[in-house]
């Protein structure tokens, strides 16, 4: 039974991504086995047998509809036709399109970012006039895409809101700043590279925002230690949690 509330229709139309089949699934590669990497023959659970793929990229389906679902042509499929209408270079541009949970981004590659932005800002018929934030995720297991940059846009003009997603490896952890067309998007990167490591190209001064400038590693990468290191305090050194002494 469907309901009329928008957040509950966007709810019950969540997963949009096509479904595969299970000799599809099976092909994909295996990204662990066990529950929670266990690998003793301690476990109780029921799950040491679990196996866990890794997820296909694929691009959501037409309709797109819009963030209360996608019954029919919407919201999205505006945006994604006028995007490609004004922009030559989409399909080139555009890895895939993904709707999830009323929302919608475009997968870009790195080299057309800017650009794609700057339409996105500037065609009348989109305007989206205002980056809200720019956030990083780390994929480790996503060979050759580790690092994502995600950018959030807004149109006051038409009530909308899209993502930007571009991708890079470890090995090169490039993608173009977008402060030159979207100028608040500067502390945001800065955050971004200090958290994540992702170095802006253009960015007009890419320091630490939150670290110490000597700081070494990216505190919220996956690969970065969870124990903890030594943090000096008015002229003391505070020993990580996993080495403070017990009182237990």
Same mark, same amino acid.
């Given at each position: /039974?469907?309901?009329?509330?928008?957040?509950?229709?966007?709810?019950?139309? @969540?997963?949009?991504?096509?479904?595969?089949?299970?000799?599809?699934?099976?092909?994909?590669?295996?990204?662990?086995?066990? /529950?929670?990497?266990?690998?003793?023959?301690?476990?109780?659970?029921?799950?040491?047998? &679990?196996?866990?793929?890794?997820?296909?990229?694929?691009?959501?389906?037409?309709?797109?509809?819009?963030?209360?679902?996608?019954?029919? @042509?919407?919201?999205?499929?505006?945006?994604?036709?006028?995007?490609?209408?004004?922009?030559?270079?989409?399909?080139?541009?555009? =890895?895939?399109?993904?709707?999830?949970?009323? =929302?919608?981004?475009?997968?870009?590659?790195?080299?057309?970012?800017?650009?794609?932005?700057?339409? /996105?800002?500037?065609?009348?018929?989109?305007?989206?006039?205002?980056?809200?934030?720019?956030?990083?995720?780390?994929?480790?297991?996503?060979?050759? @895409?580790?690092?994502?940059?995600?950018?959030?846009?807004?149109?006051?003009?038409?009530?909308?809101?899209?993502?930007?997603?571009?991708?890079?490896?470890?090995?090169?952890?490039?993608?173009?700043? &977008?402060?030159?067309?979207?100028?608040?998007?500067?502390?945001? =990167?800065?955050?971004?590279?200090?958290?994540?490591?992702?170095?802006?190209?253009?960015?007009? @001064?890419?320091?630490?925002?939150? /670290?110490?400038?000597?700081?070494?590693?990216?505190?919220?990468?996956?690969?970065?230690? &969870?124990?903890?290191?030594?943090?000096?305090?008015?002229?003391?050194?505070?020993?990580?949690?996993?080495?403070?002494?017990?009182?237990?």
């Amino acid at each position: /039974m469907s309901s009329e509330h928008p957040e509950q229709r966007a709810e019950q139309s @969540a997963d949009q991504l096509p479904a595969h089949a299970e000799e599809e699934r099976r092909e994909q590669p295996i990204v662990r086995k066990g /529950m929670f990497g266990a690998k003793t023959t301690g476990d109780t659970s029921g799950y040491g047998g &679990l196996v866990v793929r890794q997820s296909p990229k694929v691009s959501a389906p037409r309709p797109y509809g819009g963030p209360g679902g996608a019954a029919e @042509a919407g919201e999205f499929d505006e945006i994604a036709d006028e995007l490609e209408r004004a922009y030559p270079g989409f399909g080139d541009a555009i =890895e895939r399109v993904v709707v999830h949970r009323g =929302e919608l981004t475009f997968h870009v590659k790195r080299e057309h970012l800017r650009e794609v932005a700057r339409t /996105m800002r500037d065609e009348p018929s989109l305007r989206f006039e205002l980056c809200s934030g720019v956030s990083g995720v780390h994929y480790p297991k996503d060979e050759g @895409a580790e690092l994502h940059s995600v950018v959030h846009l807004l149109s006051i003009t038409h009530n909308r809101r899209v993502r930007l997603e571009a991708s890079c490896p470890d090995a090169d952890p490039h993608v173009p700043s &977008l402060v030159p067309v979207y100028p608040t998007a500067d502390w945001h =990167e800065r955050e971004t590279y200090d958290f994540f490591g992702i170095v802006y190209d253009g960015h007009p @001064a890419l320091t630490r925002i939150e /670290m110490p400038d000597d700081w070494v590693g990216h505190p919220q990468r996956k690969d970065y230690p &969870l124990g903890g290191i030594p943090v000096e305090y008015r002229g003391a050194e505070i020993p990580p949690p996993d080495e403070r002494r017990s009182y237990v």
